[in-house]
C-alpha cells in the first residue's frame, strides 16, 4: 500500500472519529452547564444580555432561510 493511500485511509477514519467525538464532547458540555444551572440557578441573570437577544434573533432568521 502506497503512502498515499494510507494517508487517507487515516484521514477518513479521522473524520468519521471526529464526528463521533465532538458529539461526545457537545454533549458532556451541555449535560455539565446543564447541571450547573439547575443546581445553581443564581447563576443566570434575570434579564438576557443584549448580544445574547441579537445572536437569538440571527438564529431564527438562519434557520428560516432554510
Known sequence: M???????RLLDSFRTR???????????VG???GLVVY???ELIP???PVSLDLFV????AAV???
Do not use: C, M, N
Open 31 to 33: 449535560s455539565g452547564l
Open 18 to 28: 471526529y464526528f463521533t467525538i465532538s458529539s461526545l464532547v457537545a454533549l458532556g
Open 2 to 8: 502506497s503512502g498515499f493511500h494510507r494517508i487517507k
Open 39 to 41: 443546581f445553581k440557578p
Open 57 to 60: 434573533d440571527y438564529w431564527v
Open 64 to 66: 428560516k432561510v432554510q
Open 46 to 48: 434575570s434579564e438576557p
